[in-house]
């Protein structure tokens, strides 16, 4: 049984279907303290932090995480293969960064396939049959091809009727965009079980020239089933019994005067001119190489998940004392560091696995989870904020109860 003794009865991510004749949507977050007038003139206390579109499911909408999945590839490729071909250590890729190994996909291994078999994973947990997912969204800046999507591919791999399935590119942010557009399509009542995908193979999209950026990627793939839930371990309409973290609200944003500080550029940019650079240019069908500029984008790191783990806490009314873990997009472990010290946390809060996946982009954040629930690093009744940052630049997070 989930507990949920640590949340108020007034859920400010759990949306009420608007009384007849009041306001229904509203575009700007109402704070605490303020008043909202309704139709008829009258002025009454805000009880929720924001006012979303009216929910045309049922009127207490709770949305759960039923099931996780994470896929890797066979090939572990340690910091010593990076001292034969470039000027750098083991040690100092592991001071610098806290990454000790990645995987790397070989033949036969793709962003794809990984995502499809994540996905069997996670609907494995949820005890689901696969023509009960009713929306998949994955979240790739390296599909196996532009079209068709990776999400349309695992689709096919799961033998899923036709519903709606596509792609999301936020970078490493990618996961919580996915996650917080599912969790709007739930909400609306549009999708009833969604499968939230963050898969990655990025080892195709580096520079082995570069050391400040290819000793820093890995490939993966990370899943959850997100479905409705009619209330707290309560048989649901479909028989099965409604357990696993509830997701309390999601927050996203993108920043775009800093796009330049993450770069992947496509081969269809402005910059060039396809007929010109010739036959060869036509079909190469690649990607240019990751750019990051190092410096920029660990500051931004910084400070932009240390405002996501605030803004996760002051929408759901409680400090960041109270959240009992951090899950982050799997970055650098000195941007960990200095976070606990910001925050005023215990470093122990704030989950890690880098050091053997390396940055696996929007694949970290589902193969962390995975790993907590598979390890029992959250407890029942636990307070999780998950945060997300990346190219674009974009940002998110989400807050679970365990």
Not at 266 to 288: I, Q, V, W, Y
Request: hydrophobic fraction near 40%; charge should be negative.
């Amino acid at each position: 049984m989930w507990s949920n003794s640590r949340i108020s009865t007034v859920d400010p991510c759990v949306r009420a279907t608007p009384a007849p004749n009041t306001c229904a949507v509203k575009t700007q977050p109402i704070t605490t303290g303020q008043h909202i007038t309704t139709a008829q003139g009258a002025s009454q206390p805000a009880s929720i932090p924001q006012v979303s579109l009216p929910n045309t499911g049922s009127p207490q909408t709770i949305c759960r995480i039923a099931g996780f999945g994470a896929a890797l590839p066979e090939m572990e490729v340690p910091n010593t293969h990076f001292e034969k071909i470039l000027d750098t250590s083991n040690q100092w890729i592991t001071q610098r960064t806290g990454i000790s190994q990645r995987r790397f996909c070989g033949p036969g291994e793709s962003s794809a396939t990984l995502a499809i078999d994540a996905s069997k994973k996670a609907i494995a947990m949820a005890n689901i049959p696969s023509d009960r997912v009713d929306l998949i969204i994955c979240a790739t800046v390296s599909p196996q091809s532009v079209t068709p999507p990776n999400a349309t591919r695992v689709q096919a791999a799961l033998g899923c009727p036709p519903i709606v399935a596509f792609d999301v590119s936020a970078a490493c942010s990618g996961f919580m965009f996915a996650l917080s557009t599912a969790e709007t399509f739930l909400m609306s009542g549009r999708s009833k079980t969604a499968l939230v995908i963050g898969a990655e193979a990025l080892s195709r999209r580096l520079n082995f020239t570069d050391r400040n950026s290819c000793i820093l990627f890995g490939d993966a793939a990370g899943a959850v089933v997100l479905k409705v839930d009619e209330g707290s371990g309560s048989v649901a309409t479909d028989g099965m019994v409604d357990q696993g973290p509830r997701l309390l609200g999601s927050y996203i944003e993108s920043q775009p005067d800093l796009d330049e500080l993450i770069r992947v550029p496509g081969n269809a940019t402005e910059s060039e001119n396809s007929l010109a650079s010739g036959p060869d240019h036509l079909l190469s069908g690649r990607f240019d190489h990751v750019g990051i500029d190092g410096r920029e984008v660990f500051r931004f790191a910084i400070e932009t998940m240390c405002q996501c783990i605030r803004e996760s806490a002051r929408r759901h009314r409680i400090s960041v004392a109270e959240i009992d873990l951090i899950v982050p997009h799997q970055v650098n472990t000195r941007v960990f560091d200095a976070v606990a010290d910001r925050l005023n946390i215990d470093r122990d809060k704030i989950f890690s696995n880098i050091g053997d996946y390396g940055n696996t982009s929007a694949a970290s954040v589902p193969v962390a989870l995975e790993e907590v629930a598979r390890s029992g690093a959250a407890n029942p009744g636990d307070l999780v904020c998950v945060v997300a940052f990346g190219g674009g630049l974009t940002c998110g997070s989400a807050m679970l109860h365990w």
